[in-house]
């Protein structure tokens, strides 16, 4: 039997993170967790958990039913995240890891990776202007997924997405564990921003209306298809204009508004922690889950796209064709493969070379 102080100790080991917060010898691990009440479930990790992006996407996380093990990673300010997390009455454990020697055991295990590790814009700064920084930390981190939980799906958020999720291909190949169907650049936020934008327009509940978008997840990549909107709807062509221009600017509307403060945080964590759930349910052999992704593809001759996919056990069981597009779509199209091919022959030989 143990000891009660024995137990309070273990209970509040998470309230005692180390005096330096970059020392990389935390007592934060997996013996200093409370492992207790964890239900059946899902292990995801969180890479840059105590960012912007990071915390309330942890918190919708531990809100998760199907998760029974989330583990925050970062190199800054896991403690106090993981202890304020872990009051709340949830099913799932949390555990924290601070920096990089901690990084092996955040993966090790993990049936789910959610990485929005890295710096966000500033006004000004386009998506590519954060390319030098975030493909080196994107690096890191998938270097460490293919050590420690190779099958792992990954849901890639740090931005630029167009050119992360081809680093992340290459790391993964060069290590010979890619697999295509288990890496997934998440432009939920794109989706979640055409209901709304379009919800507004047409006068509807915006939990009714989905558009897809595809293509990729900055400027004239995002295309979002009106035409195959639901419920059916026709715009005219001012509204066709005002929306693309909106949604495909959604970032930088954030971005000046919180005038150099960062970017969006807490509705990406919303649209994040929809995907992640997705793939969750996939995994869990739910069937029907069609959502829209940034993945390696032979829908266009380019090889990673966004358009909508079907989840399962597998990861991306299936790529959906595009469909109809009209004039306005075909054009955007064409610009959107021409800024995307730059975007991943830019990630590919951030690695290659
Ligand atoms: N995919 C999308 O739709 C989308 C939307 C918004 C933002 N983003 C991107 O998400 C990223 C994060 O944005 P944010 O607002 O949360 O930024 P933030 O600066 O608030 O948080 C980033 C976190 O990453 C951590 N970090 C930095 N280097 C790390 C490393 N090597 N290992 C682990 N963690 C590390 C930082 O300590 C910080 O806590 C940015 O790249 C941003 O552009 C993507």
Redesign the pocket.
Known sequence: MQSSSERIARIASHLHPPSSQMEETSLLGRSGCRAKGGTPGFKVAI??A?????QPLAMLMKMNPLVSVLHL?????TPGVTADLSHMNTGAVVRGFLGQAQLDNALTGMDLVII??????KPGMT?DD?FNI?AG?VR??CEGVTRCCPNAIVNL???P?NSTVPIAAEVFKKAGTYNPRRLLG??T?DVARANTFVAEVLGLDPRNVNIPVVGG?AGVTILPLLSQATPPSSFTPEEVAYLTERIQNG?TEVVEAKAGT????LS?AY?AAQFADACLRGLRGDVGIVECSYVASQVTELPFFASRVRLGRGGVEELLPLGPLNEFERAGLEKAKKELTESIHKGVSFIKS
């Open positions: 890479l840059g105590a960012g912007g992006i990071g990673y970062d190199v800054v300010n929005p590790a890295g710096v966000p814009r998506r954060l975030n930390i890191t981190l958020i740090s931005n997405v998440v432009t936020l997840h970032g960062g970017s969006a945080t990406m649209a």
